[in-house]
């Protein structure tokens, strides 16, 4: 008796791990996705330790986390790393920006430390930049960019969502920090958005 094959794909070939635990970003990625890929987090995976993080730019970051999950636990992933770039500061924090205020990653001390830094700045003027590095089931790594300019205000506004949302001004905006907008809003301009929106575009064309 022959069986009918079935239409559905290999349950692996749909998923894709996100390297992250982060709550927020992982909100921020899911609807940008393609239709029918399951976005995986690292405890999804059963990945519960620190990843590998030891590299001086946004670039060698992100493919060293993604890199690492792909070799330990054997499935695609891809990874981001996130800098904040103030011109005032000479570039900083840049690719320590998580970690800018001290290795327990708080980002009420990150800005706090920001702003302190900035006392008396004329030029406010800053870049986030996102770099995100996808390591495919066969080792094959892509990198996608994305960047969005803006300002640091003088005090934190707004309460959404995370980093050092609360104290930039995206240049296309209107006024209002990331933090005072809605998810919806910040995804249509940010640095991340716009990385995953060429991740997006490069995995819908296979």
Do not use: W
């Amino acid at each position: 008796m022959q069986t009918t094959p079935s239409n559905e794909q290999p349950a692996t070939e749909n998923k894709l791990c996100f390297a992250s635990n982060n709550a927020h970003k992982l909100a921020e990625i899911r609807p940008l996705l393609p239709p029918g890929l399951t976005l995986l987090s690292l405890a999804d995976i059963g990945c519960h330790e620190e990843l590998p993080e030891t590299q001086d730019t946004l670039e060698g970051n992100a493919r060293q986390k993604a890199e690492y999950v792909r070799e330990h636990y054997g499935v695609a992933c891809f990874a981001d790393d996130t800098g904040l770039e103030v011109a005032a500061l000479n570039g900083e924090p840049g690719v320590y920006s998580a970690r800018y205020a001290g290795p327990q990653r708080l980002a009420e001390d990150n800005v706090a430390k920001l702003l302190r830094e900035l006392t008396g700045a004329t030029d406010r003027s800053a870049t986030f930049r996102t770099v995100v590095a996808l390591v495919q089931a066969d080792g094959t790594v892509r990198e996608f960019a994305g960047e969005v300019t803006g300002s640091i205000t003088e005090t934190p506004r707004g309460t959404g969502g995370f980093g050092y949302d609360p104290v930039f001004v995206p240049t296309e905006g209107d006024q209002r920090t990331f933090a005072e907008m809605t998810s919806i809003e910040k995804n249509r301009i940010s640095h991340r958005a716009r990385a995953v929106a060429k991740l997006v575009a490069f995995l819908n064309e296979q």
